[in-house]
């Protein structure tokens, strides 16, 4: 049941995580990138054609969390399976117990 609440969690939280840090790594580039060509107008294309393909790179690793996370989401239980796991661990509790 713990390998369950972890891959909730996981599903759950996975892919907001990722896109926040790769939206603040995309503004810092974007706006490092802009720094660069605002100081030397005349590298504009070099810097150009690094801040795209950095930025491409940091957006290949959202679109992998989202696959991880429709991977994922695929090995959730459906809602009676989950009651009946819940009830079966009660069960079993119950019976230690005594």
Not at 30 to 53: N, Y
Not at 76 to 82: K, N, W
Request: no cysteine; glycine share 8%; aromatic share 6%.
């Amino acid at each position: 049941m713990i390998y369950l609440a972890v891959l909730a969690f996981g599903v759950t939280l996975g892919l907001p995580i990722a896109v926040i840090f790769a939206s603040t790594a995309q503004g810092r580039a974007t706006s490092t990138a802009l720094e660069g060509i605002a100081r030397q107008p005349e590298s504009a294309p070099q810097i150009q054609t690094a801040m795209i393909i950095g930025l491409a790179l940091i957006e290949s690793l959202v679109i992998y969390a989202l696959l991880m996370f429709f991977v994922l989401q695929g090995k959730l239980p459906e809602g009676d399976m989950v009651k009946q796991m819940i009830e079966s661990d009660a069960k079993r509790v119950t019976t230690q117990q005594r």
